[in-house]
């Protein structure tokens, strides 16, 4: 991933975090909360997509399935 990309994605994920604590601390539900930081990360991932996680996430797959078929 790009640094100028990686930087972004970090700046936003303190966004998130910096905006769920004050959620918390004017007094949300903890699952409203959770639900926040969740849909936050998924839009995060939408908009900045990690590709490098997203390949290691498919060869994992891809490792387990040819596994469980060789099994």
Request: proline content about 1%; cysteine-free; overall charge positive.
């Amino acid at each position: 991933m790009e640094a100028g990309k990686r930087q972004k994605r970090v700046e936003a994920l303190e966004a998130i975090k910096n905006e769920a604590l004050r959620r918390a601390r004017e007094g949300s539900d903890s699952y409203e909360v959770r639900d926040f930081v969740t849909q936050a990360k998924q839009e995060l991932a939408y908009e900045l997509p990690d590709e490098d996680a997203f390949t290691k996430a498919m060869n994992a797959v891809l490792k387990y399935k040819e596994k469980k078929a060789n099994s």
